[in-house]
C-alpha cells in the first residue's frame, strides 16, 4: 500500500512516517500544497493523508482540485479544525474520511485500512478477509482456519495489497508502485522473491502466476 | 416610549385648541365691540332727537310727542327712554309700568336687564343742558336679538371649528403615516433580522434614516466579520496547539516509552486532559450565541450534507432519517447549530444499531428538535450524570461525555432546555426545545400596530 501524506508540521510528519511505516505502509511525504496537487494526481498512490492547514495552498483547495482533475483516490482529512462545519466542508470537496488532531496513532491506522477496504467495497470488519485467508493487520499475521502464520513486514505488505485485489491480475511493476515509497528502488525480483516466500508458506496455489501478465491472488481455493 | 404619532396628535390638538379658541373669542368679542360703537351712535342719535323734541310749553318743559319715534308708544316694544330733569321725569310709553335701569354713570352701558322681561338692554345715558337746567336723558334698546344671533354665529362657528380640527387631525394622521413609513419598514426588517429572515436591513431609506440604517447595516457587517475574524483565529490558535499535540500523542503511544510505563501512563492521562479542555474550551468559544441578528439555518439546504457526512463517518448500514416542516429555517448561526446537531447526531449515531432519525418542529414559541436512535438507551438514573448541571468533563461517562458537553452549552447560550427521554424506536431520545428569538425590546408586531 503506498499512501501519500501532505503535512507540514515536521515532528508530526515524522511521527506518522514511522508508525505508518511499522504498520507495512510505503510512505511519500509533501508539505507544500502545489507540490501535492501535481504529484498526488501523477503518481499511483493507494490512499491520501491530506493536512487542511498548509503553505501554499490550502489543503482544502488541493483537495477539489485533484477531485475536478478526476483523480479517485480516497483521502483522509488531517486537521485541527473540528467543526461540524468545517467537517461537513471537507467531505463535500471529495474527502472520504475525516480525522481531528489530536488523535491517537492507533485510530489513524483504524481509519487508513478501514478506508482502504471501503474504497475495495469490502465490509468493514476487525480483520482482512479473502479466499480463506484471515489478514489481521495489527499483529501482522496471517491465519488460515485455527492455524496462525507469522509473515515478515515484506510479506505482509505484499500479501495484504494481495488480499485487497482478490482475483485481479497484478503485474509486477505495479506492485512494485504500490508497495514501495517514491525513493526506494523498485527491483521486481524482490517481488519475485517474497511471492516466492508467500508460497512457501501458504501454499504454492495462492499466488498464481500468468505469464506476460504478472500475479493474481487465488487464496486457499475454497 | 409612546408612539411619536400619538405625541404629534397630542401636540397638534392641544395647539389647534387653544389658538382657535382664543382666536374665535377674541374676533367674536372685537366684532361684538364694533357693533355696540355702532349701536351707540343710533342711540346717542336717538337721544340727541329726545333732546330736539324738548320744549319749552305754557307750564315749563314739554315733550313735542309728534317728534317721537313710533317705537316708543308701543309697549315693550324694544325702544325706551328716560328723561330727568329738576321737575321730574318722562317715561316712554313702551316701558309701560316698568322702571328703567338707572346707571349712575354717563356713558354706554351694556347688558342691563329690563325687570320682569328678558330683555337685555343697551343703554345710553347722556346729560344735557338745555334751558338752563340739567336735562339726562337715557335711551336703551333691546339688545337680545343681536346677542341671540350672536350665540348663533358663536355656535355655528364652534362646529366649524370642530370640523376643521377633526378634519386636521385625519390629514395630519395620514401625512405623519405617510411619513413614518420607512420607519415602520425599518421596524419591521429589524423584526425579520431578529427572526434571521433577513441579514441586512434594506439601504433604500428616505434621508433623515439613511445614517441609523447605515449604521446598523455596518455593525452587523461588523459583528459578522470579527466573528468570523475570531473564528479564524481559534482555528489557527487550535492548529498550532493540536498538532504538536499530535505528536506528543504519537510518541507516548510509540516504541521509545515501552521501557517507561508509568511515563507513558502519566502522558496519556496528561495529554488526554490537555486535548478535552482544548476541545471544549475552542468549541466553546466559536459560538456565536447571539451576538447575530441576522443568522439563520436553512434546515433543506444543511441537514443532507450533515446526513451524508455522518454516513460517512459511521458507514452506510445506519438508516438516517429526518422529519422537518417544509422551508423551516431556524434563527441561529449555521455554524452552531451545525455543532449541536452534529454532535448529537454523531453521538446518536455511535450508539444506535441501524436507525437515526432527526425531528424538527416549530411549536408555538420555540423550535423542538428530536433526535431519536434504537440503541441501548440510557438508563433513568444516569441521565442526569450525563447531562448534569456542573459536571466536569472528566467525569462523564466516555462517549456520551465530549459531545454533549457542547451540546449543553450551546443549548444554553439561547436559553433551551436539554432533556434525555425513551424514544419511540427503543433507544435514546434528546429533546432539545429552543424558545423564539425576540429581544425583549422589540414588541410583537400587532401591538405596535396599534399606535402607529
Known sequence: MRLLLVEDHVPLADELISTLGRQGYAIDWLTDGRDAIHQGATEPYDLIVLDLGLPGVPGLEVLQKWRSGGLSTPVLILTARASWAERIEGLKAGADDYLTKPFHPEELQLRIQALLRRVRGLVNQPKLEAAGLHLDEGRQCVSRGEEDIQLTAAEFRLLRYFMLHPGQILSKSHLAEHLYDGENERDSNVIEVHVNHLRRKLGRAVVETRRGQGYRFAGTGE | ?452
Open chain 2, 1 to 452: 416610549m409612546r408612539s411619536i404619532q400619538r405625541r404629534l396628535s397630542l401636540g397638534l390638538i392641544s395647539v389647534l385648541l387653544i389658538i382657535g379658541l382664543v382666536l374665535a373669542q377674541t374676533s367674536l368679542w372685537l366684532f361684538e365691540v364694533g357693533l355696540q360703537r355702532y349701536l351707540e351712535s343710533g342711540l346717542r342719535n336717538e337721544s340727541e332727537l329726545l333732546l330736539v323734541a324738548l320744549v319749552r310749553g305754557p307750564d315749563g318743559l314739554q315733550l313735542d310727542e309728534h317728534r317721537l319715534s313710533p317705537g316708543y308708544q308701543r309697549p315693550y316694544s324694544g325702544h325706551y327712554f328716560r328723561i330727568d330733569f329738576d321737575q321730574g321725569h318722562w317715561r316712554s310709553r313702551s316701558l309701560w309700568d316698568l322702571e328703567l335701569p338707572h346707571p349712575g354713570q354717563p356713558g354706554l352701558h351694556a347688558d342691563l336687564a329690563l325687570e320682569k322681561t328678558d330683555q337685555s338692554l343697551l343703554l345710553l345715558h347722556t346729560d344735557y343742558r338745555k334751558f338752563g337746567q340739567t336735562i339726562s336723558i337715557t335711551v336703551a334698546q333691546d339688545y337680545t336679538p343681536v346677542r341671540d344671533s350672536f350665540a348663533l354665529v358663536q355656535r355655528i362657528g364652534l362646529g366649524l371649528g370642530l370640523m376643521a380640527l377633526i378634519l386636521i387631525l385625519v390629514l395630519q394622521r395620514v401625512t405623519v403615516r405617510r411619513a413614518l413609513r420607512p420607519l415602520e419598514r425599518a421596524r419591521e426588517q429589524i423584526f425579520q433580522l431578529q427572526q434571521g429572515q433577513r441579514s441586512q436591513l434594506d439601504e433604500r431609506v428616505p434621508v433623515e434614516l439613511e445614517p441609523l440604517v447605515a449604521q446598523i447595516n455596518h455593525l452587523l457587517a461588523h459583528t459578522e466579520d470579527s466573528l468570523k475574524r475570531s473564528r479564524n483565529a481559534l482555528g489557527n490558535l487550535g492548529h498550532a496547539l493540536k498538532t504538536p499535540l499530535a505528536v506528543l500523542m504519537s510518541l507516548a503511544e510509540g516504541d521509545k516509552l515501552a521501557g517507561h510505563p508509568h511515563v507513558r501512563e502519566t502522558l496519556r492521562d496528561q495529554l488526554h486532559h490537555i486535548q478535552q479542555r482544548l476541545e471544549r474550551e475552542l468549541n466553546r468559544a466559536r459560538l456565536s450565541g447571539d451576538a447575530l441578528p441576522g443568522a439563520r439555518f436553512d434546515c433543506a439546504a444543511e441537514i443532507p450534507g450533515l446526513f451524508s457526512t455522518l454516513r460517512m463517518i459511521h458507514g452506510e448500514h445506519l438508516e438516517l432519517s429526518s422529519e422537518i416542516g417544509a422551508g423551516l429555517f431556524l434563527p441561529w448561526d449555521r455554524e452552531d447549530i451545525l455543532e449541536l446537531l452534529g454532535n448529537v447526531m454523531d453521538n446518536a449515531c455511535k450508539w444506535a444499531d441501524s436507525h437515526v432519525s432527526l425531528t424538527i418542529a416549530k411549536g408555538a414559541d420555540g423550535y423542538c428538535l428530536l433526535i431519536d436512535d434504537d440503541g441501548p438507551g440510557i438508563p433513568v438514573h444516569h441521565r442526569d450524570e450525563v447531562i448534569g448541571r456542573g459536571n466536569r468533563l472528566d467525569e462523564q461517562v466516555t462517549g456520551h461525555g465530549l459531545g454533549l458537553g457542547i451540546v449543553k452549552d450551546i443549548v444554553e447560550a439561547w436559553g433551551g432546555r436539554i432533556q434525555l427521554l425513551d424514544s419511540p424506536m427503543g433507544g435514546l431520545q434528546v429533546r432539545i426545545d429552543l424558545p423564539e428569538r425576540l429581544s425583549p425590546q422589540l414588541p410583537g408586531t400587532e401591538s405596535t400596530r396599534q399606535l402607529s
